[in-house]
C-alpha cells in the first residue's frame, strides 16, 4: 500500500506550481499549503473507481444479469491494471443481500453473471460492486446501479408479513412523492451583502426527484426583487444584490400547488463572493468582496486551487484591487469531469468553493456497420465497429456489446460509462440520468453547470485534508482468497491457540493446507486461488484437552444488510394482495444468506428425480467425470444430454452443489469419495430449475460431517471466485409466459472482453432471433492507455 501512495506523490507533486500576481507581474513558487496537501491526500487515499455494464435496465425472475466490471484509477481514469477482488452484491428493497460475487480482475477488467432465481420477490432491488480498498472510505463511492426485477407469479407464495410490508413501503413512497422542498445555494457558498449574487436552487421531493417550481424573491416590506423559474430537473438561479441587516425568502409554487414561502441564507456583511464562467477556451473566475471589508482587505493575499478528482490542475495567487480581482485558466490544461475551485485566505481558511464541469468531448467515437449472412442453416449479423479517438486515431481497447429488443421499440439508457465516470461516480446519490452531456448534438452545458452549483465536492473535507487526518486504512487490496475461523474447546468455552488445523479443498487434486492458530485462536489459509461454491473439509489431528475433538468455525462472509433508500430510481411494488393459487412457500423472499448452514442438515430437494446415483465412499472411480458419463442416463461424454436443446441457450445442463449453483469446472473438480449422491433432472422435471435447468440439471450432496468415514471433519460451503458463464439468450419459460412482456427487455445477445485489432475494429456475429422488433445495439469501454466511449444505434429488420 505505501508503494501505491508513493506512485502519487510522484506523480502529483513535481508539476504543480502556484502563480503569484503582484503588481501585474507573475512569480512561480512552490506551495506547501493546500496544494501540497491535497497532492499528499490523493496519494494517500489512492481512490479507485468501479463500473458496470449491464446488458439490460429491467428483468424478470429466471433471467441472468449479464455484466462486465471495468476498474479505474479515480484520479487519472487510466484502467487500474493491477490484479485484484472486487465484489458485487444484489440486494432487495430491504438492502438484504440476495446474491453475491467475487471476481478476481485483471487487465482493469472482468466479466460475470447472476441467476435470478424464478422465486426470487418482485420488487426494487440494488446492485454495488467495489474493491477492498475502496472499503476504506465512505461506501457511497462504491458503484451502485437501481433495478426493478418482475416476477407476477411471487404473488402466489409471498408472504403475509411481506405483503405488509410492501403496502407500508408504497404509502412511504406516495408520502415522500408528495413532499415539496426547495434549496438554495449562493455561488461559492454564502450570499454577501452589497455585491451582486448569483444564487442557484434545487426544487425536489422527498425522493429526490427534481419538480418544476416558479416564484420569486422577496425583500424589504415583502418587495420582489427577483423570480424564480425551474429549467431542467428543478434547478435555476437567479441574481440579487442583497442589501446589509435585511432577510430575504422566496415565494415559491410547484406544480400550480398553493404558494409557499421558504427563508433565502442570511446575508453576511463582510466576505468574498467567487462567480465562475467558462466559455469553449477558457475558465474565468471574479472575485469581489463587500462593501463593507476589514481593514486592509484589498491587502490580504488570496490563493485559488483547482483540482480535478485530487489531481491538481491550476492555481493562482491574488490580490484585491477595489475589492475585485480575475483570473483566466486555460481549459487546456483540465481533464474531462468535475473541478473543484477553492479560495483561500493566506492563513489557509477557504473562503469560496465551487464545481464546474469541463467536457472535451473527447469520448470515443464509434462507426458501426452490420450485415447479413448465413451460416449453415442459421442466420446471423455480421456487426463490424470502428471506434477512433476524438482526432480519428484508433482506439487499442476492451468493450462490451449489448443487442436488446424493446416491445416498444425503444430503449433507454439509464446509465453510461462516460456520464458515471466523469460524473455521477463523482456526485454519489444525486441523480444524473437526465444528463446527456455525450450526446455532441445536445448542448446540456447550461444544465450541468446548475448541477455543479447545486452540490459539493464530496471525496474529502477541506479540513481533513488541511488538518492532515487520514482516513484509516482497515482493508489492504487482495488478489487472492481467505478462509479463517477459530478453534474453540467446547468443553470449555475457551479459544485454542498454537493448535493446528488442516484444510482440504476438493478439486481433480484435493490441495491440502495446513496451519497452527494464533494467540487468539484464529486460524488464517491465505492466497488462495478456487472458483465458484466449494464444501471445504477442515479438520485437526489432536484433539482438545478433554478428549474430544475441537470444535472449528468458520468465519462468515460478510452479508450484513446495506440497507435501501428510496431514490430517483424506486417504483412502488406491484405485489400488495396474494395471488388466487396462493400456498405457503417456507423460505420464500428470504435471503440464501439469512439461513445458517447447521452441520448435518439435509441440504434442500426439488422434488422426485429422473435418476439418483449414490456413490460408495470406496469407488474406486476418481474423477466425477467418469461417474457422470458412466452412471448418468443420456449424458455424454461433452456434459450434455441427448436431444435438441433449446434456441440460443447453452448447451450445458445446469449443475448444483449441495442447492447451490456452481460453474461445470468446479462440479468435475469434485472427489467423488466427497459425495454421497448425484439427482438427475432433465425433460418436464427439469422445469422446475426455470431457463437454468432448460438442458436438464445434475445436483451433487456431499457428505456430512458425521457420516461414517467424517467423524473428525467439519465442512463449510464457501464462496470462491466467479466462473463466468456462456452467454445464452432470453428465453420465456411457461411460467412466465402469462406475464406482461412490455416490461422487460429482451437479451438477445451480449458479448464482454471485446478486444479492437490493430486498425481499432471490433467485429462479432449477432445471431438473428425469430422475432421481430427494432435492436438496440450499446456499446462500451476503455481505452489501455486511456479514454472511455458509450455507443448506441438501432437496427431495423428488413422484414418487418
Not at 6 to 16: E, Q, R
Not at 596 to 620: C, H, L, M, N, R
Request: glycine share 8%; net charge negative; hydrophobic share 35%.
Amino acid at each position: 500500500m505505501i508503494n501505491r501512495a508513493l506512485f502519487f506523490l510522484v506523480l502529483f507533486l513535481p508539476h504543480f506550481f502556484i502563480i503569484n500576481r503582484v503588481d501585474g507581474q507573475e512569480e512561480s513558487y512552490s506551495e506547501s499549503g493546500p496544494a501540497q496537501k491535497i497532492s499528499y491526500y490523493t496519494g494517500f487515499t489512492a481512490p479507485q473507481k468501479v463500473y458496470l455494464h449491464l446488458n439490460k435496465n429491467n428483468y424478470k425472475a429466471g433471467d441472468a444479469i449479464w455484466f462486465q466490471a471495468y476498474l479505474f484509477d479515480g484520479v487519472s481514469h487510466l484502467p487500474d491494471t493491477t490484479t485484484t477482488n472486487l465484489y458485487v452484491d444484489l440486494a432487495n428493497g430491504r438492502g438484504e443481500i440476495m446474491e453475491k460475487r467475487i471476481l478476481r480482475v485483471t487487465g482493469g477488467q472482468a466479466e460475470g453473471d447472476i441467476n435470478l432465481s424464478r422465486e426470487l420477490p418482485d420488487g426494487n432491488y440494488k446492485i454495488r460492486a467495489y474493491t477492498d480498498w475502496m472499503r476504506n472510505f465512505d461506501e457511497e463511492f462504491f458503484y451502485t446501479g437501481y433495478l426493478y426485477i418482475n416476477n407476477d407469479n411471487y404473488a402466489n407464495f409471498i408472504p403475509r408479513s411481506e405483503v405488509r410490508s410492501n403496502r407500508r413501503f408504497n404509502r412511504n413512497l406516495e408520502s415522500l412523492g408528495s413532499e415539496e422542498k426547495i434549496v438554495f445555494f449562493p455561488e461559492g457558498g454564502q450570499m454577501v451583502a452589497g455585491v451582486s449574487n448569483r444564487v442557484a436552487f434545487k426544487a425536489f421531493d422527498g425522493m429526490g426527484r427534481g419538480i418544476d417550481v416558479a416564484g420569486e424573491v422577496l425583500g424589504e416590506n415583502s418587495r420582489v426583487v427577483a423570480r424564480i423559474e425551474s429549467v431542467h430537473a428543478g434547478t435555476g438561479k437567479f441574481e440579487l444584490t442583497p442589501r446589509p441587516g435585511v432577510s430575504y425568502s422566496a415565494r415559491v409554487t410547484f406544480s400550480g400547488n398553493r404558494p409557499v414561502t421558504f427563508p433565502l441564507p442570511q446575508p453576511v456583511p463582510s466576505g468574498i463572493v467567487m462567480r465562475v464562467d467558462q466559455d469553449d477556451n477558457n475558465i474565468r473566475i471574479d472575485l469581489a468582496s463587500s462593501e463593507v471589508r476589514v481593514p486592509d482587505h484589498d491587502n490580504e493575499r488570496y490563493t485559488v486551487i483547482v483540482h480535478t478528482r485530487g489531481n491538481l490542475v491550476g492555481g493562482e495567487s491574488v490580490s484585491l484591487s477595489d475589492g475585485k480581482a480575475s483570473i483566466e485558466m486555460s481549459k487546456e490544461f483540465f481533464p474531462s469531469g468535475i473541478a473543484h475551485i477553492t479560495l483561500f485566505s493566506e492563513n489557509q481558511i477557504p473562503h469560496a468553493e465551487r464545481l464546474v464541469f469541463v467536457s472535451h468531448d473527447d469520448s470515443f467515437l464509434f462507426y458501426p456497420g452490420v450485415s447479413r449472412q448465413t451460416v449453415g442453416n442459421r442466420e446471423y449479423y455480421v456487426v463490424s465497429i470502428e471506434v477512433n479517438d476524438k482526432e480519428g486515431n484508433p482506439v487499442d481497447g476492451y468493450f462490451s456489446l449489448s443487442v436488446l429488443q424493446s416491445a416498444a421499440d425503444r430503449h433507454e439508457v439509464k446509465d453510461n460509462i462516460v456520464r458515471n465516470l466523469l460524473l455521477s461516480s463523482d456526485l454519489p446519490g444525486i441523480s444524473t440520468g437526465g444528463y446527456n452531456f455525450s450526446d455532441p448534438d445536445t448542448d446540456m452545458s447550461d444544465e450541468l453547470d446548475l448541477l455543479m452549483m447545486t452540490n459539493g465536492w464530496r471525496r474529502f473535507k477541506w479540513d481533513d485534508v488541511l488538518s492532515g487526518a487520514m482516513p484509516e486504512i482497515r482493508h489492504t487490496p487482495s488478489s487472492s482468497l481467505t478462509i479463517s475461523g477459530n478453534v474453540i474447546d467446547q468443553t470449555r468455552d475457551q479459544s485454542m491457540a498454537n493448535f493446528p488445523v488442516d484444510l482440504v479443498i476438493p478439486g481433480e487434486e484435493n490441495r491440502h493446507y495446513n496451519t497452527d492458530t494464533n494467540t487468539d485462536g484464529v486460524f488464517i489459509f491465505d492466497d488462495l486461488i478456487f472458483y465458484d461454491n466449494v464444501r471445504v473439509r477442515i479438520s485437526s489431528e489432536r484433539t482438545a484437552s478433554s478428549g474430544h475433538p475441537p470444535k472449528l468455525e468458520l468465519h462468515a462472509m460478510d452479508t450484513r444488510n446495506i440497507g435501501y433508500d428510496p431514490n430517483p430510481a424506486t417504483v412502488p411494488f406491484r405485489i400488495t394482495d396474494r395471488g388466487d393459487d396462493w400456498e405457503r412457500r417456507p423460505g420464500a423472499g428470504t435471503s440464501q444468506y439469512s439461513r445458517a448452514e447447521k452441520q448435518g442438515e439435509s441440504p434442500q430437494q426439488y422434488g422426485t428425480p429422473d435418476q439418483t446415483v449414490f456413490i460408495e465412499q470406496e469407488t474406486k472411480q476418481s474423477r466425477m467425470r467418469d461417474i457422470l458419463v458412466t452412471r448418468v442416463r443420456g449424458l455424454n461424454h461433452n456434459m450434455q444430454f441427448s436431444g435438441p436443446t433449446s434456441l440460443y441457450l447453452s448447451s450445458e445442463p445446469l449443475f448444483m452443489l449441495d442447492g447451490t449453483e456452481v460453474g461445470r469446472q468446479a462440479f468435475l473438480n469434485l472427489d467423488p469419495r466427497y459425495i454421497q449422491r448425484i439427482e438427475v433432472f432433465s425433460g418436464a422435471r427439469a422445469s422446475i430449475f426455470g431457463v437454468r435447468g432448460a438442458n436438464g440439471a445434475l445436483l451433487a450432496y456431499t457428505r456430512r460431517a458425521g457420516d461414517p468415514g467424517m467423524e473428525h471433519y467439519q465442512e463449510y460451503l464457501v464462496q470462491g471466485y466467479h466462473s463466468p458463464r456462456e452467454y445464452f439468450a432470453d428465453m420465456v419459460s411457461s411460467y412466465l409466459r402469462n406475464e406482461d412482456q412490455s416490461r422487460v427487455d429482451k437479451s438477445i445477445y451480449w458479448e464482454p472482453g471485446l478486444e479492437t485489432d490493430e486498425s481499432g475494429r471490433i467485429t462479432t456475429a449477432v445471431p438473428v432471433s425469430g422475432d421481430s422488433g427494432t435492436l438496440t445495439f450499446i456499446i462500451e469501454g476503455a481505452g489501455r492507455d486511456g479514454g472511455i466511449g458509450f455507443g448506441t444505434f438501432s437496427l431495423i429488420p428488413a422484414d418487418r
